[in-house]
């Protein structure tokens, strides 16, 4: 995959940093210096974990077998779609670059709505990359553990939601 | 209730080089090992040739997004931050955080600073999860990029009106569980 380093991303968040970096000199008392220390102190302490934790990732990326989930999915439809759209959603690394693809080919080979949104949702609350990545290193295990506890029901209830809506529609496509 | 902060370097140090460190350098290479074993050196060369790729790409976003996060710390007053988005903020305080979720453009490498700021400012952690839900789920920018011209207008609203509620009520069940965050970031300066 190949990345483009400087897009309409980096430039929003250093305008943020700019404009923040003004109020803070603006505010005097030392606040300006104070808070690119601790940003840099962040940077410190975060940048390393994050690399190594992006070794792992990379890594456990190759291990799964990521294709025949997908031929997986788009076969099975009702509950069972739900359930295995909710359990492979999250092994599916970054983000809409590389899910949105994979919904249209899944959409394309026959999967329903319910198993496509559920799949979506496990994929954005339990990505499994995102927590190794940055949650964990960042936040730490506790938080991590308290938010997939949080929203464990999340994806089965989007299918559900799904299902409901859909019937409740009636003629939708 | 929380030990002060050490000003000298060795902690610095041994907060960088701490047990989060060690733990993510074995996974990797555990996994590293399985890769060579299983799909041969190539993959693990490609592979570590791709993580360089996206270090590149991660490095301006991350230090711009830390930089935020220490800037709006010194910024934004934390008796506001807590009476926004606190642990008495109610449910207004899981709104507020998922309606900024939804709007936080960008990726992981900023967001999680953002989070950290937030969480050492005074939000609590259902407005911080309440924040990460939304962000991942209902992100706007997605939406327009991604959803909108991919799925179309029909099946995309359908996604929108199937999951908007669900931030809140992970936010609403994070507060009820009895754990307290401990981010390694908290080096006691959690006003």
Redesign the interface.
């Known amino acids: 995959?190949?990345?483009?380093?400087?897009d309409i991303?980096?430039v929003?968040?250093?305008s943020?940093?700019a404009i923040?970096?003004v109020?803070?000199w603006r505010?005097g008392e030392g606040?300006?210096r104070?808070?690119?220390?601790?940003?840099?102190?962040?940077?410190?302490?975060?940048?390393?974990?994050?690399?190594?934790?992006?070794?792992?990732a990379?890594?456990?990326?190759?291990?799964l077998p990521k294709d025949l989930v997908a031929q997986w999915l788009g076969a099975e439809a009702g509950w069972q779609g739900i359930l295995i759209g909710c359990l492979v959603g999250p092994f599916f690394p970054g983000?809409?670059l590389v899910i949105?693809p994979v919904?249209?080919a899944l959409?394309k080979a026959g999967a329903g709505?319910p198993a496509v949104?559920a799949f979506?949702?496990s994929a954005?609350?339990w990505?499994v990359h995102?927590i190794?990545?940055?949650?964990?290193?960042?936040?730490?295990p506790?938080?991590a553990?308290?938010?997939l506890?949080?929203?464990c029901l999340?994806p089965p209830?989007?299918g559900l939601?799904?299902v409901i809506?859909?019937q409740l529609?009636g003629s939708?496509? | 209730m929380r030990p002060p902060p050490r000003p000298a370097k060795s902690s610095l140090l041994s907060q960088i080089l701490g047990g989060p460190f060690w733990i993510f350098l074995c996974v990797a290479l555990v996994a590293g090992a399985v890769t060579w074993h299983l799909k041969g050196i190539e993959t693990v060369e490609h592979a570590v040739l791709g993580d360089f790729d996206l270090l590149l790409f991660l490095i301006p976003r991350m230090l711009g997004g830390m930089l935020l996060a220490g800037l709006v710390q010194v910024v934004l007053p934390p008796e506001v931050v807590s009476r926004w988005v606190g642990a008495e903020s109610g449910w207004r305080g899981l709104a507020i955080a998922t309606a900024v979720g939804a709007l936080t453009p960008g990726g992981p490498m900023t967001t999680f600073p953002i989070v950290v700021a937030f969480y050492m400012s005074g939000a609590d952690r259902g407005a911080l999860v309440a924040y990460l839900t939304a962000w991942s789920l209902l992100g706007f920018q997605r939406f327009l990029v991604w959803e909108l011209p991919l799925l179309g207008p029909d099946v995309a609203l359908l996604r929108m009106l199937a999951v908007f509620w669900m931030p809140v009520l992970a936010g609403a069940i994070a507060r009820r569980l009895p754990l307290e965050p401990r981010p390694p970031a908290d080096t006691g300066a959690r006003s």
């Open positions: 995959m190949k990345f483009q380093i400087f991303s980096v929003l968040i250093w943020l940093v923040l970096a109020i803070a505010r606040k300006l104070l808070g690119l220390t601790r940003g840099l102190q962040m940077f410190g302490i975060n940048g390393p974990r994050v690399m190594v934790a992006l070794l792992a990379g890594f456990l990326s190759y291990l983000g809409p949105f919904l249209v959409l709505l949104f979506l949702t954005s609350v990505g995102r190794l990545m940055f949650e964990i290193p960042m936040m730490g506790r938080f553990a308290i938010r506890i949080s929203s999340l209830l989007a939601m799904t809506l859909l529609l939708f496509p």
